[in-house]
């Protein structure tokens, strides 16, 4: 597995991103593209530990900062980041600066990016808390480039808000995969019921799994809430997901 550090020219400046190339050793024939988009705290090693566990399957993995629009920021301590005053409310107001139509207009080129890297078929998009969401509204915006879209604590999934993923239901041709916490106030019951009844209304082919015990988080090593079975568990769900729809 090789990372390279690039920058991606969008509409809005230059987002820089982390490209995980697999070894050209790797058995696999088909070496599709996957987009991990982040969680709320931004790139930092411990993302790169996800994306390379990926690119050790087969896969081209990017990793873009969505944060691109606010210059340099972090790096973030994923356990006190939200307790201290200063850096509580610096990743708010990124976050709350970021929309849905942001990323989705951005993913246009990351989808560029991983073409010229040689990624083959129809992508999977992947994402984590804040980007968890974001994969789905890829998954509307590119039906067309995109064949996988999974979500892991992803929040706020089927709010209330005019740019909530399940309203754009009808858009999705990609299969999805929905890993959701155990307990999570940003992805609620009455959420998730909303998120199905869509998906089955538009005819999404997806799968909802119910993480219980595990909190918002739990899938990422350096959060706080990291629990390594049940991240081991969402990395068996996530590669044979993967692997059936993109290989």
């Known amino acids: 597995m090789t990372k390279h550090a690039i920058d991606i020219q969008t509409a809005d400046g230059i ?3 982390g490209l995980f ?36 399957e087969g896969y081209t993995v990017l990793v873009p900062d969505l944060f691109y629009r606010f210059g340099a920021y972090g790096p973030f301590d994923a356990g006190t980041a939200f307790k201290e005053e200063a ?27 991983l073409a010229d890297a ?19 509204s890829a998954a509307a915006a590119y039906p067309d480039r995109i064949g996988a879209a999974a979500s892991f604590h992803g929040g706020n999934l089927a709010s209330d808000k005019p740019d909530s993923p399940h309203l754009r239901a009808a858009s999705i041709k990609a299969r999805v995969h929905v890993g959701a916490a155990g307990v999570d106030g940003s992805f609620t ?11 089955r209304a538009a005819g999404v082919d997806f799968v909802l799994e119910n993480y219980v015990g595990m909190a918002h ?14 991240a081991e568990r969402h990395w068996r769900r996530l590669l044979a997901f993967l692997g059936e729809t993109l290989k």
Request: hydrophobic share 45%; aromatic share 6%.
């Open 118 to 136: 040689g990624a083959g078929g129809p992508a999977g998009v992947v994402g984590y808390c804040m980007g968890g969401s974001r994969a789905l």
């Open 15 to 17: 987002a820089k991103a």
């Open 217 to 230: 988080g739990w899938c990422v090593p350096d959060h706080s809430v990291y629990n390594e079975a049940g």
């Open 21 to 56: 190339l697999p070894d050209a050793a790797s058995p696999a024939i088909i070496r599709p593209g996957v987009i991990l988009y982040m969680d709320a705290f931004g790139l930092r090693a411990a993302l790169d530990q996800m994306a390379a566990r990926l690119s050790r």
């Open 189 to 199: 019951p009455e959420q998730a019921a909303l998120l199905v009844q869509a998906f």
């Open 87 to 113: 850096s509580g409310r610096q990743l708010r107001a990124m976050i709350d600066g970021t929309s849905q139509a942001m990323t989705a207009a951005d993913t246009a080129h990351f989808l560029d990016a």
